[in-house]
């Protein structure tokens, strides 16, 4: 089911019926843009610790925005063992345009093209896309609407103010006291915004919403006193009704939050920070903190990418690339368990889904993870208990064979291959860093040592003396590689980074720690010759 700005705000009681309903929550996010094009000392590396990750990645997420976020609620069937449904809605998003909220964001070309290729829908993103805004920018908003600070910021919203202020001044010109008219297909946050203008700037008319848009009409000016005395005492909860327009999807948002169901995703670490970003508070910049209000937002995080990763090669699985080739390895005879694992049905407001597949479109990817996330604990579930003594399945078992990977996080090209959310992250398994001395090669810069690896393997390079460099990278064959290819190379002498040996200041301690000796030896030979 897709739902943009127009079906937004009848269809949040529906999805907070299912969310409270619901097992766990599939959750996958689409964005204008990934990465932005730091220079070398910012861009992510290997080396990065988790903070350093984390302090190179938030510019891109306050730079870029969220286009489409899809989510995926699966819920068990009440009297059928191991069935659940899932409910599956794509979500347009458009940041609120109101009074002083005026957001700016980036798009990036291979960002773009990437979804366009998989047929993402522009015109609903930018014309139906439903608002949405954190709680900083909530306060400012709120604060402009009760107090009735506000104005038009986009010279967009200006024209079309003014003609739909031109429509009525002339529908006046005619109409009888009494006499009513429809301006078509103003809704939800755009008819709250063109009713304070109409009543700002026309004295003799009221306006009321209705079904198909907003309704005008004519009336004295004693009788327009009339109503704004009547009504005054429900002027704030009209302008309570503006704000929750203006929230938008955040109002989902903190349904989702308080709910406090787990939160399902794949390589989902992304996704944690434009939530964050986009609809509680600006980014920290403390990583720590940014740990914590994830955490607290949302306390159980499974992330499929990193269960999968782990359980991979245990399995014999041949190697994938993506969620829909992981699913489709759980979903074939590979797959020990799939005769006997969940049974999973689309329900009926997601049929196009039965039969075709949609990959990256946001709410399909969000079903995959529900699924994949099903079928791995199943396997598990029966890895632990074997086929004959394996107890009747239950979303209980399944988050108790999970429990080890709750809560960890996959997290791409850094120091440690996964977050720990509810507390410190683990120090990972990663091939040792390696060290490349170099030879007659005069000004050879880390570009010019990467060149040099391409072709046999991928290092991530960090200069650490004139004439030294640290390579790493995530695969321990391909250190193994280039230590035997460099073995006895003329000029380039690669081998494992020891710092007891390698570290310039502990060669330099050494260095005083001799000169001190030999001047000790010298006074004490000396020291004996003397009389």
């Not at 402009?144 to 001044?169: A, C, F, P, Q, Y």
Request: with cysteine; glycine share 6%.
């Amino acid at each position: 089911m897709d739902v943009g700005a127009d079906e937004f705000e009848q269809s949040l009681p529906l999805l907070q019926k299912l969310v409270m309903g619901a097992d766990f929550v599939g959750l996958d996010i689409e964005f204008t843009g990934l990465c932005t094009n730091l220079s070398k000392p910012q861009q992510i590396s290997l080396f990065d610790l988790p903070s350093e990750w984390y302090l190179k990645t938030r510019p891109s997420v306050q730079q870029f925005t969220v286009c489409q976020i899809g989510l995926s609620v699966f819920s068990s069937i009440e009297g059928e063992s191991n069935k659940y449904v899932a409910h599956s809605c794509n979500f347009f998003l458009f940041p609120t345009t109101f009074g002083i909220l005026d957001s700016e964001f980036s798009f990036q070309a291979s960002s773009v093209q990437f979804l366009n290729q998989y047929g993402f829908d522009y015109n609903k993103f930018l014309k139906n896309g439903i608002p949405y805004m954190n709680e900083e920018q909530e306060k400012k908003i709120k604060h402009s609407i009760l107090t009735g600070n506000w104005k038009m910021r986009s010279s967009l919203d200006k024209e079309r103010i003014k003609v739909v202020i031109d429509v009525v001044t002339q529908w006046l010109t005619l109409a009888e006291e009494g006499d009513s008219m429809t301006l078509p297909g103003i809704t939800g946050f755009q008819a709250s915004e063109v009713q304070l203008v109409l009543r700002k700037a026309l004295p003799n008319i009221w306006t009321v919403p209705g079904d198909q848009g907003v309704i005008v009409q004519k009336m004295s000016q004693q009788r327009r006193c009339c109503l704004e005395n009547t009504s005054c005492q429900a002027e704030p909860r009209w302008k309570e009704k503006i704000l929750l327009s203006a929230r938008g999807f955040s109002v989902f948002f903190q349904m989702l939050v308080k709910a406090r169901k787990p939160l399902v995703g794949h390589n989902m670490m992304m996704d944690l920070l434009h939530l964050h970003e986009k609809f509680f508070r600006p980014l920290p910049e403390s990583y720590s903190q940014f740990k914590l209000n994830i955490h607290d937002l949302f306390p159980v995080l499974i992330d499929t990418k990193n269960v999968t990763k782990d359980i991979w090669k245990e399995l014999n699985f041949p190697r994938v690339s993506n969620l829909s080739e992981v699913y489709e390895v759980l979903s074939s005879d590979l797959n020990p368990t799939k005769n006997s694992g969940p049974v999973i049905t689309h329900s009926s407001m997601c049929g196009k889904y039965v039969e075709t597949k949609y990959p990256h479109e946001a709410a399909y990817d969000a079903f995959l993870c529900g699924s994949v996330l099903l079928k791995v604990a199943h396997l598990l579930l029966w890895r632990t208990h074997g086929a004959g003594s394996m107890p009747v399945p239950s979303f209980a078992l399944y988050l108790d064979v999970l429990a080890v990977y709750v809560n960890q996080v996959n997290l791409i090209r850094a120091g440690v291959p996964k977050i720990n959310f509810a507390g410190p992250d683990y120090p990972g398994i990663r091939p040792p860093v390696l060290i490349l001395s170099v030879r007659r090669w005069p000004g050879v810069s880390e570009q010019q040592v990467y060149r040099e690896f391409q072709n046999l393997c991928k290092f991530d390079v960090r200069r650490y003396t004139r004439n030294q460099f640290l390579l790493l990278t995530n695969k321990f064959k391909d250190a193994r590689r280039v230590l035997k290819a460099y073995r006895c190379h003329p000029t380039l002498q690669v081998t494992p980074y020891r710092y007891w040996r390698h570290s310039p200041d502990i060669g330099c301690l050494l260095q005083v720690c001799g000169i001190v000796t030999t001047w000790a030896l010298v006074a004490f030979v000396l020291g004996r010759r003397s009389p």
